[in-house]
């Protein structure tokens, strides 16, 4: 994770029109890259501040003894649910994918905070988007892996 961040900060600073990103649909412009600074910078800083709340010790003591691995998932599931909900209400209408793969990516984040712990790494609290404007364009449900789903009419 530590790379994925400088990588952000690098590209920021290029002078570029285009280039070739995630987009399922269209070519990126230098917006996307900033928004997704942006997006990463936050939901390192909010992983960062729950796992700072959030006892290890306070799941491996829920598992029998020997089964160390299921503690840790019960630590990131955790973990997890407190910031997945704030990230995806802060995100969900400025970038797509938000509702689908943060709680991956909250648990990847944590894992590296734990074993990388970069002290390099200073993010700077990030140009946060505007609260959502509801329009009733789509509905929200869950789908087949139980992630929130925005489902837009067609």
Known sequence: MPGV??????????DIDTFVGGHVHRLG????????????????NT???VVGRTRLADYTSQVEPGNSWAGFQLYYDAIADQVEPEIVQ??????????V??????VTIAVSLLLDAPKDINCPAPRRPAPPRRSGAGTRSRGASG???????R
């Open 5 to 14: 961040l400088r990588a952000h900060d690098v590209l920021a600073k290029l």
């Open 90 to 99: 802060r995100w969900a209408d400025k970038l797509g994918g938000v509702d």
């Open 101 to 106: 793969f943060t709680r991956d990516n909250v």
């Open 147 to 153: 992630h929130r789903v925005r489902r837009v009419g």
């Open 29 to 44: 412009t230098p917006k996307d890259i900033r928004d997704s600074r942006d997006f990463t910078y936050d939901l390192w």
């Open 47 to 49: 992983t960062n501040r």
